[in-house]
């Protein structure tokens, strides 16, 4: 599932998408929007999961996750996530998160 570049190749925009899903067999899977990058495991049947704050920390070695403070941030990044792994058909990824 993707999006045409076309239009920003074209440039009647400036960017063609504004986050990024990435997988990793049916283990993991991530989006990165803007600054923030959520990454959803599923190993052995335990969940976790990890947030990064790309601009203050671009090599992802401090996981945000549990701070109670980006809590809201987490569920709404884990929220759009799924709506987008829902969109795309992935359905190993779909029963893997739930």
């Known amino acids: 599932w993707g999006q045409s570049l076309l239009p920003v190749l074209k440039g ?5 998408r504004d986050a990024l899903v990435h997988a990793y067999k049916d283990l993991q899977r991530a989006l990165s929007s803007g600054r923030w990058k ?6 052995q ?12 920390d671009p090599w992802e070695t401090v996981d945000l996750a ?3 403070e980006h809590r809201e941030r987490v569920a709404a ?3 759009r996530l799924h709506d987008l792994l829902r969109k795309a058909g992935d359905p190993a990824a ?3 998160l739930e």
């Open 66 to 68: 549990g701070e109670p």
């Open 12 to 16: 009647e925009q400036e960017t063609g």
């Open 77 to 79: 990044l884990t929220h």
């Open 45 to 56: 049947g335990r969940k976790r999961e990890q947030l990064f704050d790309l601009e203050a």
């Open 94 to 96: 779909l029963d893997m």
């Open 38 to 43: 959520l990454i959803l495991y599923s190993v």
